[in-house]
């Protein structure tokens, strides 16, 4: 994404939270392939008779962000961070439905940035039960990964949005992949 896109979605947040009636339109013109990016690499390990679609989980989840009141965005990683948070309680919330209808558990493969052995499928909900544990123990590192893992962002911009060095976030992130491996592994 260039600078001048960057500062573009900067620009628009600020209509947003100004009132803007038509900048939510111009913002996801800059921002859904990005968005469609993101929730198509959620949606990659999936299962392939998966009901919900990738352009149905960013449409979901640009509602639900563009619906917020009150909200003083800051800038694009920021509202990327909140865009991740956003997709990752959409999928939370379609697997437990489909869990509530006794269908069969919702499962999602972890690729190397969390290093589960074999890739093997995880269900979403006990990746999400884990997440929930590492924020009752390390809320930062429970962020970093957020930011990282579900939202894609770099080292730099998970520095920026947490306001701690990247070598901070380097070591935490570490630390909190090595703790998810041995989370996950146990639910197998």
Known sequence: ???????????????????????????????????????????????????????????EAYMRLVDWKNVTWQNRAQFFAIAASIMRNVLIDHARARRANKRAGHKLILDDAISIPEQRPIDLIALDEAMQSLEKVDPRQAKIVELRFFGGLSIEETAFILNVSESTVRREWTFAKAWFQRELSNSF
């Open 1 to 59: 994404m260039s600078t001048k896109n960057k500062d573009e979605i900067t620009a628009l947040l600020g209509k947003i939270t100004d009132g803007s009636e038509t900048a939510p339109g111009e913002l996801l013109e800059l921002v859904y392939d990005d968005l469609r990016r993101l929730a198509a690499a959620y949606m990659a390990n999936e299962r392939s008779d998966h009901t919900l679609q990738a352009t149905a989980l960013v449409h």
